[in-house]
């Protein structure tokens, strides 16, 4: 579902600034070879991995709450509790169906916060609002990746841009697993399709396809393709990453990213 290569996109791009956690992280990936994956707190959209619930029925329909309860009984029985336990857990939690959405939400939303892992980048290089938001107002860099099917990499997704907020339906057979995870983790407000971002989202608590180290994810140091430096990246802060990249990362290719005077817009001039 939406990986980026099956969509023909070969590369993508991770903006840093250059300064106090950003600029360990950047040390980190040079040095080691891994890539740092952030929780859903560390993100500045209010609404970004905040999922809606609603019920994919009438709570009237008599129907309908006996297939609710059906899927409670099951999800109740697979967490190992005995007929009794599960008469008292239904006793002590009601059978409101007006606040089972509400539930469900906030407690989906306190689970993915806290088991949630995810590494954004976009395939878009040359965007300033890119280079504003991300990469400290220009005064920090670029990272390029490779982006391959059966690599780290290869995992990455690419986000929707929708309007409005579509919910996840309860019973969750009311949509398909992809609608599903879409709406999980991998949509967002349309005024963000600027960033044409991607990502690899892991789960500590689930088989994801890759395995992390706390927060970190090892690649093969021949991922990292290239550097681009912002067009304000100070003069101190370019020498020593160039110190890095020739301890660590030898050879690695440097660009820089310069104004374009026929428009408001980036381009890219190869330094070494």
Known sequence: MGFAWALGIDKLYKFKGFTGDQRDHVTDLLEHSRLYFSVPDQFNDPYDVAPVIALGGDPKDPAFLAELEAKELASLKRRGLNDAQIEAYRKASGTDTSQLSAGARDDLRLKMRRDTRIFCMSAEQCHPLQWSHYADRH?????????????????????????????????????????????????????????????????????????????????????????????????????????????????????????DFDRFWIKIERLR
């Open 139 to 259: 005064r920090g860099l670029c990272l390029h990746f490779r982006c391959a099917a059966g690599e780290p990499l290869g995992l990455a997704r690419r986000v929707a841009y929708r309007t409005d907020r579509e919910p996840i339906l309860l019973p969750l057979e009311r949509q398909s697993p992809d609608e599903i995870v879409e709406r999980l983790i991998l949509v967002k407000a349309d005024f963000w399709s600027y960033e044409h971002e991607y990502r690899i989202v892991g789960d500590v608590g689930v088989d994801w396809g890759a395995t992390l180290n706390g927060r970190y994810l090892d690649i093969d140091r021949d991922v990292l393709t290239g550097v681009t430096i912002g067009m304000w990246m100070p003069e101190p802060d370019q020498t020593a990453l160039f110190a890095l990249i020739d301890k660590y990362h030898p050879g690695l290719p440097v660009w820089k990213a310069v104004e």
